[in-house]
């Protein structure tokens, strides 16, 4: 069964050109918007095309390099940090609003 991506005009897709395109995000870690433009689709298909491959074949994907993992946690920090720092600012605004009043 292929399906139909809509784009300037309605395209069909085999089975092998998905396997294929969601092959190069999996294998090569790329990400989904960058696929997406070489292969000339729209992101959100290509994305469905990967969640059904990794709800279909679980545990399959290679696990994080020690880098990989190192870098993650650093933007795992860097998330909390901006998190805290939003909250804050948007306290800091509530306040200074209400006393501008």
Do not use: C
Not at 9 to 23: L, N, T, Y
Not at 33 to 52: C, M, Y
Not at 78 to 89: A, D, G, Q, S, Y
Request: charged share 35%; hydrophobic share 35%; no cysteine.
């Amino acid at each position: 069964m292929t399906e139909k991506v809509r784009g300037t005009e309605a395209q069909e897709f085999s089975p092998e050109f998905k396997d294929e395109a969601v092959h190069m995000m999996i294998e090569q870690s790329r990400p989904i918007a960058q696929v997406a433009r070489e292969l000339g689709l729209i992101e959100g298909p290509l994305g469905n095309w990967v969640n059904a491959y990794r709800r279909s074949h679980p545990g399959e994907e290679a696990p994080l390099t020690t880098s990989e993992r190192a870098h993650l946690r650093e933007l795992e920090k860097e998330v909390r940090e901006l998190r805290m720092k939003t909250e804050f600012l948007g306290k800091a605004a509530a306040f200074f609003a209400q006393e501008y009043r």
